[in-house]
């Protein structure tokens, strides 16, 4: 049950920020999306860390691994594999005008939601990963821990589907449609993170190997798009200020709960 809830959880997170289109009268402020934008990029370079790399070089050092090779292994594999999903899926980032990814005959709306899709994918898989850890009982991951990071992570979803959200409605979609646009980008992340449980559940030994694959993939998101697009034109002091909270929330629910 405790999985079940776990995989959910970010989910809740993403439907409660698409909702926030209802509440919505005119376009999206943008010192508001500057600061939901850092808050968003300081969850998941704090989860990346606390949640995911620490807890990787524990699990190697107690099966008498370099501790830090898979971690490092892990994260490189982990920016790898959304680079190239990256270069593969067709998607469009907000306020961009050309589409990044494989040339396709996609609707601008499609290739907006593909793009928070592709950030939801290493969520998904950080949750699902963080739970199988937990079950497998060896005290780097515990339940506790890893529904800090489920919350974490669902709390970046509130600003993650309003920013998907809010931009479809200026883009002159209803808010229903607008909404229902948002939850469905979310829903990768219960799915990724199941198949992921799954998986994990039955290679065990590659567990750290995992743990810093989902911290490598979630950094690349951040990096990649999240830090440039908070940082750029007016207002980035709120950039930084959103990601300074969100990376002291994320730290505090991972120490406390962990």
Known sequence: ????????????????????????RSKMNSKLEKTLLG????????????SLLIPSIEMASKEKVIAWLPA?????????????LDNIIPHLHLKSKEPEG????????????????LHNIPEGMAVGVALAG????????????????????????LPEGAIIS??????????????????????????????????????????PYLLSFAAGAMMYVVVE?????????????LGTIGFSIGFIIMMILDVALG
């Open 134 to 157: 937990a079950l497998t009982n060896n005290g780097a991951v515990t339940m506790a821990g890893a529904i800090a990071l489920a919350i974490g992570i669902a709390i970046q979803n």
């Open 225 to 237: 798009e999240l830090i440039p697009e908070s940082q750029v034109g007016k207002h980035s002091d």
């Open 39 to 50: 808050f968003a990029s300081g969850v998941m370079v704090a989860a990346s860390v606390w």
């Open 102 to 117: 494989l040339k396709a005959k996609l609707k601008k709306t499609t290739m907006m939601v593909l793009a928070v899709t």
């Open 72 to 84: 490092t292994i892990g994260f490189l594999l982990g920016i790898l594999f959304l680079l190239m």
């Open 166 to 207: 809010m931009p479809l409605k200026e883009e002159g979609f209803s808010k229903r449609k607008s909404f229902l646009y948002g939850t469905l980008s979310g829903i990768v992340e219960p799915i990724g993170g199941f198949i992921t449980v799954l998986l994990t559940s039955l290679v065990v030994p590659i567990l």
């Open 1 to 24: 049950m405790n999985v079940f809830i776990g995989l959910l959880i970010p989910f809740f997170g993403t439907t409660l920020g698409a909702s926030m289109v209802f509440l919505m």
